[in-house]
């Protein structure tokens, strides 16, 4: 071998730690990023006293016992809420947990550790709840009270002791605010994200499935839905909250949609509601997403130009520029959520989502659902035809559910991110922290641009976005 191929392997073997080098950096980089990310979201707190949803225990009652049995958790019945022999009054129901790390305080700081959880697996296809289970982890996590049957057992809240079960309480006992829906397992407060994520579940057509369901078991008894069933107690809670008007409406969804997104669904049109439209956020979080459309579109060309597969191209400053005064532009309209029953309105929507898939997965078999696809997917987009559409179970779903689901969470994603971002701030690769962000999140807004094509026909890395954006069905 002459010397021409010894200093022509060296030159490739030194490119080849140098691209490596420059991988390690952009790594670190970015789990360094997340870092932050995650140390300024955990600044933000709830507000002091959370006025709950009404019989919010009720409801997710059964989605917790679920939780507990997937984890090995198990309930002792042993005298659960009976009368004691002598006085009459109720005891309590005690459980144990077969995990040493659940629920129990840390030695030193007092706090509580959190459960590890695991979804239903495919090889339990008895469980349908995976979604339900993800989303109940999303917003909250349960304390190491168990919510009793009887709603008479006395419950604490912050300031006081509750003797009625279906009443609001300051601070639930069963519950906390507290979600897994970031990089970290401390998500404490309600964000805009997050009413975003109603929104499509919304759209998707949740409420009208349980509505139609609930009206069935109320009046209608075309589907055999026995009383004796544990989930005919929800669905009686539910019919109960709607009837004293503690339900989550559409009247209250949509006047926050329209105060803080200047979105409706097709319900909300009808109500013609006098609110405050903020256009000023529907406008500018799609345009958001256009102009992180074409940075990636310029940074491909980029990259094609130069040929080389290990360099990240070099976007245009002026699309940078845009979506850094774009960022700007979606915090400050971020403010309505913070005045009126946005916050409440989210969070009574939020609980009401897992619910009513709970109750629409459990019962599904009573719908002519089969279990040939057990999939949270199947089963909704099977339960929108039988229930509000008056159709049979599709063959094949129509990804409706999944289509929304994906627009959900991917918006709540960028959005939670935008909220701490520090869009000047930068790092070991030399370049700025937002477009460290812009790279790590490409598959998000990518998957964001399909699905919401998918439901309302508008592509949002169109040229003429804003005419689209308005003859699309979120907006006024």
Not at 7 to 16: A, E, F, Q, R, S
Not at 93 to 99: A, G, L, P, R
Not at 194 to 223: C, E, H, N, S
Request: glycine share 6%.
């Amino acid at each position: 071998m002459d010397d021409k191929s010894d200093t022509t392997i060296v030159n490739l073997m030194n490119k080849i730690i140098e691209v490596m080098d420059t991988q390690s950096s952009i790594i670190k980089s970015k789990n360094n990023l997340i870092n932050k990310l995650n140390a300024a979201i955990d600044k933000y707190q709830a507000p002091e006293h959370i006025v709950f949803p009404n019989c919010m225990d009720v409801f997710l009652r059964e989605v917790l016992k679920n939780i507990l049995n997937v984890n090995g958790f198990k309930v002792q019945d042993a005298g659960y809420a009976r009368p004691k022999p002598n006085d009459g009054e109720q005891s309590k129901i005690e459980f144990k947990v077969q995990d040493a790390g659940y629920a129990r305080p840390k030695p030193n700081d007092g706090e509580q550790s959190k459960i590890e959880y695991k979804g239903p697996s495919e090889s339990n296809p008895s469980q349908a709840v995976s979604h339900t289970l993800d989303f109940f982890y999303e917003y909250f996590r349960h304390t190491d009270k168990f919510p009793p049957r009887d709603s008479t057992v006395q419950r604490q809240s912050k300031d006081s002791t509750v003797d009625k079960g279906c009443c609001c309480l300051l601070e639930s006992s069963l519950y906390q605010l507290d979600g897994t829906r970031k990089y970290t397992y401390s998500v404490k407060t309600l964000f805009l994200g997050d009413l975003v994520w109603l929104f499509y579940m919304d759209r998707m057509g949740i409420f009208k499935i349980i509505t139609a369901l609930l009206d069935d078991f109320k009046t209608r008894g075309k589907y055999a839905l026995e009383n004796s069933d544990p989930n005919s107690v929800i669905m009686e809670a539910m019919i109960r909250e709607i009837n004293s008007g503690n339900a989550s409406t559409a009247r209250d969804r949509n006047s926050s949609y329209l105060r803080c997104l200047g979105w409706v669904t097709d319900l909300g049109r009808k109500l013609n509601l006098e609110t405050q439209v903020n256009q000023e956020f529907g406008t500018n979080f799609h345009k958001f997403i256009q102009h992180a459309l074409q940075y990636y579109n310029a940074r491909r060309l980029a990259i094609a130009i130069k040929s080389t597969a290990q360099s990240d191209g070099t976007a245009s400053a002026a699309t940078l520029e845009s979506i850094r005064q774009i960022r700007n532009s979606i915090k400050n309209a971020k403010e309505p959520f913070e005045y009126g029953r946005t916050f409440y309105n989210v969070l009574n929507g939020i609980v009401w989502v897992i619910a009513s898939i709970y109750v629409v997965e459990e019962i599904r078999s009573k719908l002519g659902i089969t279990d040939e696809n057990k999939k949270t997917g199947h089963i909704m987009d099977s339960a929108y035809a039988v229930l509000v559409e008056n159709k049979p179970p599709p063959t094949l779903t129509s990804n409706r559910y999944t289509n929304h689901l994906t627009c959900a969470k991917n918006a709540r994603r960028v959005l939670l991110d935008l909220e701490v971002l520090d869009i000047d701030g930068t790092n070991a690769t030399g370049r700025t922290d937002l477009e460290l962000w812009l790279d790590e999140m490409e598959s998000v807004i990518e998957g964001y641009r399909t699905a919401y094509r998918n439901i309302t026909g508008v592509d949002l890395g169109s040229a003429n976005i804003n005419e689209q954006v308005q003859i699309s069905s979120l907006t006024v």
